[in-house]
Structure formats: structure tokens, C-alpha cells
């Protein structure tokens, strides 16, 4: 499934579609190393303090090796993106989530989260399903 990313913590629960009676596990997993999938809580203030965070922790401008293209086997091109992969330290690239009879057992507040730590694009993820 492809998503188009508009902000850091998009809210992918709903794409999520379970079906009917089944019984098992689902993974969401994410084909990128600076996206990551991750259950959070969807309050306004919360993922705004995860965001402050996160610059706190790694900085836009902060030094980072990666970021040295020239010493890189890589095109001149590539993204400075450095502090988007160390950011990755949070956020895997999968969760997995057991279902009964067709509902995902997410807790009250529970969401499941694309966690997009680069420039705003297209992501993929893979949605699988495991019977049990």
C-alpha cells in the first residue's frame, strides 16, 4: 500500500482493513530505513511534544558523517538526511498486532503510526496477515 506522507505522524489505523472473523496476528511494515511504523496515542499535543523530541535529540542541523556525500559510494544527489536515520532509533519498521474475531486487540488510545523522519513522500507499507 502505498502513502503519500503530509506530516511526521500519519495515523494509518484505518487502512488497515481486518477481515471478517478473522483470528491471528497482522504486521505493518514499512520498506524504508528513515519511515518507521509505531503504536503511539493520536493527541495533537502529544505527537507535538514526540516532534520537539526529536529535534532535541537529533537536529535538522546537527553534524552527521552520513551527510558527507563526497566520502559516500553514492550520487552527488543523495539526500542530506542524516538526522532522519538516527531518528530511525525510535521507530521500528514493523509492529505486530494480534486479532480476534476480526478486531485488531489495540488498547483504548492505542493507533498505529507511518513515522515519516524525512522530507515528505511516498511510502510504502506491507500489511500481512498470519492466521492463527
Keep these: 500500500m502505498k502513502i503519500e506522507t503530509t506530516k511526521t505522524f500519519t495515523d494509518i489505523t484505518d487502512l488497515v482493513k481486518i477481515p471478517k472473523g478473522f483470528n491471528g496476528l497482522v504486521n505493518i511494515f514499512s520498506r524504508h530505513t528513515t519511515a518507521g511504523v509505531r503504536i503511539l496515542e493520536n493527541e495533537k499535543l502529544l505527537l507535538a511534544d514526540y516532534e520537539r523530541i526529536l529535534e532535541q535529540f537529533a537536529p535538522k542541523t546537527g553534524f552527521y558523517a552520513h551527510n558527507i556525500i563526497d566520502a559516500r559510494d553514492v550520487p552527488p544527489t543523495e539526500r542530506i538526511n542524516g538526522h532522519s ?28 503510526f507511518l513515522v515519516e523522519l524525512d522530507p515528505l513522500r511516498e511510502r510504502e507499507i506491507i500489511i500481512t496477515f498470519i492466521s492463527g
Design 85 to 112: 536515520h538516527i531518528r530511525t532509533l525510535f521507530f521500528p519498521t514493523s509492529e505486530t498486532i494480534p486479532i480476534v474475531k476480526g478486531k485488531m486487540l489495540l488498547g483504548k488510545w492505542q493507533r498505529i
